[in-house]
């Protein structure tokens, strides 16, 4: 679908990039949210994109390169990647280098989609720092293959796959796991959550389900399955997640103290998010002039979304 990408001026800031593409932003944002709004089932489908492609060899864009034909998209866990998902990052690529030519990376592009997925969803919105460059060649399948498995991960191997790519906390795995708070999987990706479904109803409804339809598509987020929000940890609280995920490993003997600071850090994010979301509603009831003046007394240009 896309081929690399050779910008000789690829801008490394915000300034640079309001100098050489001042347009990027702003057709990404119309591009993203036309499409969106169209469908929001691309909004988890660029989340789930912009993980493939970051979690091997960081934020590359690499996953979309299709060269000698060679591709990312075609080693196991990313055959299941959403083509109307990849298809709109190629659309919106063409749009902004007809509009700029190539000065903006892929990786930039599939950044920004991103975001505006989040904020299309409810979400709020962050920085994206620009000037990422894009690969040269797709990623080993080694690598790719070291992207955690919903099928056999453990709490364990999640902890240990995270803390290799400098995500230590298990805090950090939680707060990552929670953008399954949107899209939607078929029974194959739960199956070993419905073996054994013994007295547990939502794990029997699942089963259910899945044995009338194996291909049916399950709402990772029973509580607001569309909504960027704090359901998905709600629903993992009252033990109503479709994965097993990080608070129910397949080995609970081996891995009882992990899920213990799991679920705490669970708790905490959504706390946090919570939180969050009653400071929000309290600003909003603020004088407009004070809470711009706060606004910008708060910004720290350092708390920007970077992948390096």
């Given at each position: 679908m896309l081929v690399v990408v050779l910008a000789v001026a690829v801008f490394s800031s915000p300034a640079a990039a309001a100098a050489l593409c001042p347009q990027l932003e702003g057709i990404v944002r119309t591009e993203a949210r036309a499409a969106l709004q169209r469908e929001i089932a691309l909004a988890a489908g660029l989340l789930r994109i912009f993980f493939h492609?970051?979690?091997?060899?960081?934020?590359?864009?690499?996953v979309l390169l299709k060269t000698s034909g060679k591709t990312e998209q075609t080693m196991g866990p990313n055959t299941?990647?959403?083509?109307?998902?990849?298809?709109?990052?190629?659309?919106?690529?063409?749009?902004?280098?007809?509009?700029?030519?190539?000065?903006?990376?892929?990786?930039?592009?599939?950044a920004l989609a991103t975001r505006e997925a989040v904020v299309a969803s409810g979400g709020p919105t962050y920085a994206v720092s620009l000037g990422q460059l894009d690969s040269l060649a797709p990623a080993s399948a080694s690598d790719v293959n070291a992207l955690p498995s919903p099928f056999t991960a453990s709490v364990a191997q999640l902890l240990r796959a995270f803390r290799g790519r400098?995500?230590?906390?298990?805090?950090?795995?939680?707060?990552?796991?929670?953008?399954?708070?949107?899209?939607?999987?078929?029974?194959g990706f739960f199956q070993d959550r419905t073996t054994n479904p013994g007295n547990d109803a939502f794990v029997r409804k699942l089963k259910a389900d899945c044995d009338t339809d194996p291909n049916r598509l399950q709402q990772l987020d029973v509580v607001t399955p569309d909504a960027f929000d704090n359901g998905y940890?709600?629903?993992?609280?009252?033990?109503?997640?479709?994965?097993q995920g990080p608070h129910h490993g397949p080995h609970r003997q081996a891995v009882r103290a992990q899920q213990g600071r799991l679920l705490r850090a669970v708790r905490q994010v959504h706390g946090q998010a919570r939180q969050r979301a009653q400071e929000a509603r309290r600003e909003r009831r603020r004088d407009p002039p004070q809470l711009l003046q706060d606004q910008r007394r708060r910004r720290d240009p350092a708390a920007s979304i970077c992948c390096r």
């Open positions: 492609d970051s979690f091997p060899q960081g934020c590359d864009a690499s299941t990647l959403q083509p109307r998902a990849l298809q709109l990052i190629e659309d919106i690529r063409a749009k902004v280098h007809a509009a700029c030519g190539a000065t903006v990376s892929c990786a930039d592009i599939t400098g995500l230590a906390d298990a805090a950090d795995l939680v707060a990552l796991s929670g953008a399954h708070t949107i899209g939607r999987a078929i029974c940890y709600r629903a993992l609280n009252a033990s109503q997640g479709a994965h």
